[in-house]
């Protein structure tokens, strides 16, 4: 259809499994569920519902009639009222009962938590691939040495694998924040219209027990352990605020790793897939741009800053509700998770084929990698003879000379060719070649990652095994 707004999110970024979690299909359904857990659970503690009403239910629980509601809505302008309506038609003798004892927040903010929770489970499923995917980057190129930096200035060598466990780390604390979040969602249960349960009392004649119980059934016919022990007619929107930080907080750390590829790939040294017949430029027909890192971090950009609308929603709940929330929930939260998706889409495609240019790395490290090495070469000099400050002060001299070389001439670091032809230091330059061994200079690095790889990330990884495996296509 062209000739209305589309969200490119729908279109060209979002999965069609988070799609679906997010359709009204998912929603209506699971309103449904929610109306038989309710008929059920009341029924099971007393209530005069009968077997054949819940069945009539149940027969038909998916296939909703969405004209009818429809209609219905045209006229009383209330969605889940028409959608009662609309069942009781599907379901005659069992239309009495329907969304007995219940405000509207009962189907629309359980669905609320429900649907988060599922979207939140296709959130870690690809999290864990992704983190899945980068461990086995990492553990290759555990031990390669590559020049590392500090405020992109060239600094000690590090290895491209202890440079992927710094994204890995960043997932790992994301996953952790994914885990608490979802051991510890819960239902807004059966709370009536300002969260005293005064409708479910009356229902019960005053017995406070099977009002209490009734919500524990119904949670349990969900598959939640809880519910929101104290409400208003709403759940608290300080929920809906803890869900888009975790998300927000996964949009950081791709975000992160994105800028770091996209570095690398200006760089030569690291690059995204890139495909045969892809165009980097419409202009320059030589240019391969990182496309895929770059809409990694817009992405990135458009959930960190959407994580506000919850946090200002929660913030300005009047009393026990208001329905200011309603139009930004509808929007923010669905956006959000749909954004996230296409982002760890797009970061297992990255991952899954970032091609390494070993001599480009090496060379860039080995052209820095003398000035590294001064500290070495001076302790080398000591132990020939040489004075330990007048071999610093030398270094530093020889030094600023190479620079210059460098910066101002264009030319080869030619430090060691310096020391070698300075007789002060008893060095030749085949001694000063022995210091030029890159894997001298990277520390723990590679200890660092088999060790965290094998503590932190393959216990987790061997827990979910049964969600890995996976793989991302993009559409554009």
């Given at each position: 259809?062209t000739?209305?707004?589309?969200s490119?999110?729908?279109?060209r970024?979002a999965?069609?499994?988070?799609?679906?979690?997010?359709?009204?299909?998912?929603?209506?359904?699971?309103?449904?569920?929610?109306?038989?857990?309710?008929?059920?659970s009341?029924?099971?503690?007393?209530?005069?519902?009968?077997?054949?009403?819940i069945?009539?239910?149940?027969?038909?629980?998916e296939?909703?009639?969405?004209?009818?509601?429809?209609?219905?809505?045209?006229?009383?302008?209330?969605?889940?009222m028409?959608?009662v309506y609309?069942?009781?038609?599907?379901?005659?003798?069992?239309?009495?009962?329907?969304?007995?004892?219940?405000?509207?927040?009962y189907?629309?903010?359980?669905?609320?938590?429900?649907?988060?929770?599922?979207?939140?489970?296709?959130?870690?499923?690809?999290l864990?691939?992704v983190?899945?995917?980068?461990?086995?980057?990492?553990?290759?190129?555990?031990?390669?040495?590559?020049?590392?930096?500090t405020?992109?200035?060239?600094?000690q060598?590090t290895?491209?694998?202890?440079?992927a466990?710094l994204?890995?780390?960043?997932l790992k604390l994301d996953?952790?924040?994914?885990?608490y979040?979802?051991?510890?969602?819960?239902?807004?249960?059966?709370?009536?219209?300002?969260g005293?349960?005064?409708?479910?009392?009356?229902?019960?004649?005053?017995?406070?027990?099977?009002?209490?119980?009734?919500?524990e059934?119904?949670?349990?016919?969900?598959?939640?352990?809880?519910?929101?022990p104290v409400?208003?007619q709403?759940?608290?929107r300080?929920?809906?605020?803890?869900?888009?930080?975790?998300?927000s907080?996964?949009?950081?750390?791709?975000?992160k790793?994105s800028?770091d590829?996209?570095?690398?790939q200006h760089?030569?040294?690291?690059?995204?897939?890139?495909?045969?017949?892809?165009?980097?430029?419409?202009?320059?027909a030589?240019?391969?741009?990182p496309?895929?890192?770059e809409?990694?971090?817009?992405l990135?950009?458009?959930?960190?800053v959407?994580?506000?609308?919850?946090a200002?929603?929660?913030?300005t709940?009047?009393?026990?509700?208001?329905?200011?929330?309603?139009?930004?929930?509808?929007?923010?939260?669905?956006?959000?998770f749909?954004?996230?998706?296409?982002i760890l889409?797009?970061?297992?495609?990255v991952?899954?084929?970032?091609v390494?240019?070993?001599?480009?790395?090496t060379?860039?490290?080995?052209?820095?990698?003398?000035?590294?090495?001064?500290?070495n070469?001076?302790?080398?000099a000591v132990?020939?003879g040489?004075d330990r400050?007048e071999?610093h002060?030398?270094?530093?001299?020889?030094?600023?000379q190479a620079?210059?070389?460098?910066?101002q001439?264009g030319?080869?670091n030619?430090?060691?060719e310096?020391?070698a032809?300075?007789?002060?230091?008893?060095l030749?330059?085949e001694d000063?070649?022995?210091?030029?061994?890159?894997s001298?200079?990277?520390?723990?690095?590679p200890?660092?990652?088999e060790?965290?790889?094998?503590?932190?990330i393959?216990?987790?990884?061997?827990?979910?095994?049964?969600?890995?495996?996976?793989?991302?296509?993009?559409?554009?």
């Amino acid at each position: 259809m062209t000739d209305k707004y589309v969200s490119p999110l729908s279109e060209r970024y979002a999965s069609r499994e988070m799609q679906y979690i997010f359709s009204p299909d998912m929603k209506f359904k699971t309103w449904r569920k929610l109306w038989i857990a309710l008929a059920e659970s009341e029924m099971e503690l007393g209530l005069n519902i009968t077997q054949e009403q819940i069945d009539e239910l149940k027969a038909n629980a998916e296939n909703i009639n969405y004209e009818d509601a429809k209609e219905r809505e045209k006229l009383v302008r209330h969605d889940v009222m028409s959608h009662v309506y609309a069942y009781g038609l599907q379901c005659p003798k069992a239309k009495g009962i329907i969304h007995l004892g219940a405000t509207s927040c009962y189907v629309g903010d359980n669905t609320d938590i429900i649907i988060m929770t599922e979207g939140l489970r296709l959130v870690r499923k690809k999290l864990l691939n992704v983190i899945n995917e980068l461990s086995k980057f990492a553990e290759q190129y555990k031990a390669t040495p590559t020049l590392a930096f500090t405020h992109f200035q060239p600094a000690q060598p590090t290895t491209v694998g202890k440079r992927a466990t710094l994204w890995l780390m960043e997932l790992k604390l994301d996953l952790d924040d994914l885990d608490y979040l979802l051991d510890h969602m819960m239902l807004l249960g059966s709370k009536g219209t300002t969260g005293t349960q005064a409708s479910f009392l009356e229902l019960f004649e005053g017995d406070h027990k099977k009002v209490k119980e009734l919500e524990e059934k119904i949670a349990q016919k969900m598959g939640f352990e809880k519910c929101f022990p104290v409400s208003g007619q709403t759940y608290s929107r300080k929920m809906d605020t803890r869900v888009l930080n975790v998300l927000s907080g996964i949009a950081a750390s791709a975000h992160k790793f994105s800028n770091d590829i996209r570095l690398l790939q200006h760089l030569k040294e690291i690059e995204e897939p890139f495909e045969k017949n892809q165009i980097g430029s419409s202009a320059m027909a030589y240019k391969r741009n990182p496309m895929r890192s770059e809409r990694i971090a817009s992405l990135a950009n458009y959930v960190m800053v959407t994580a506000l609308n919850p946090a200002i929603t929660s913030a300005t709940q009047w009393f026990e509700r208001t329905l200011d929330d309603s139009a930004n929930k509808r929007l923010s939260v669905p956006e959000s998770f749909l954004a996230v998706d296409g982002i760890l889409d797009l970061y297992l495609n990255v991952v899954d084929g970032l091609v390494v240019y070993d001599k480009v790395i090496t060379k860039r490290l080995m052209s820095e990698l003398p000035f590294m090495a001064t500290e070495n070469i001076m302790m080398d000099a000591v132990k020939a003879g040489g004075d330990r400050q007048e071999m610093h002060e030398k270094i530093r001299e020889l030094s600023m000379q190479a620079g210059a070389n460098v910066k101002q001439k264009g030319l080869d670091n030619n430090l060691l060719e310096l020391i070698a032809a300075d007789e002060a230091f008893n060095l030749s330059e085949e001694d000063l070649q022995k210091t030029m061994d890159p894997s001298k200079y990277v520390g723990r690095a590679p200890q660092q990652v088999e060790e965290f790889l094998n503590e932190e990330i393959k216990p987790v990884l061997e827990v979910n095994k049964e969600l890995l495996g996976i793989s991302a296509t993009i559409n554009v």
